[in-house]
């Protein structure tokens, strides 16, 4: 199993980006997808949660109305739209995955997101 994020980058406050999650060795389409991130020091955040068929989605309200999650299951990719970002959501951004029939759970190496003037 791989999950490959890409997308992070400088962000102005107030500006936008897209994070993508590539995923590999397993039936993508059967699985719910989250992204996560963390701040050195801190738990890691759930911030989007999205179930398998994309249909169904949950954000806490940090993010709630600013952040979207969406997936291509053609393409085995699950996205997390950032709209309005605030300097407070500058963290490690993590795909993560569990297969709760092997009792495993699946993370990304993370990419950086930094909002800053």
């Known amino acids: 199993v791989q999950l490959v994020e890409s997308g992070g980058g400088l962000v102005q406050p107030g500006g936008s980006l897209r994070l993508s999650c590539a995923a590999s060795?397993?039936?993508?389409?059967?699985?719910?997808m989250s992204w996560y991130r963390q701040v050195p020091g801190k738990a890691r955040e759930l911030v989007a949660l999205i179930n398998s068929s994309g249909g169904t989605s949950n954000y806490p309200e940090s993010v709630k109305g600013r952040f979207t999650i969406s997936r291509d299951n053609a393409k085995n990719t699950v996205y997390l739209q950032m709209n309005s970002l605030k300097p407070e959501d500058t963290a490690v951004y993590y795909c993560?995955?569990?297969?709760?029939?092997?009792?495993?759970?699946?993370w990304g190496q993370g990419t950086q997101v930094s909002v800053s003037s």
């Open positions: 060795g397993f039936t993508f389409s059967r699985y719910a």
């Open positions: 993560y995955s569990r297969d709760y029939v092997l009792n495993r759970n699946y």
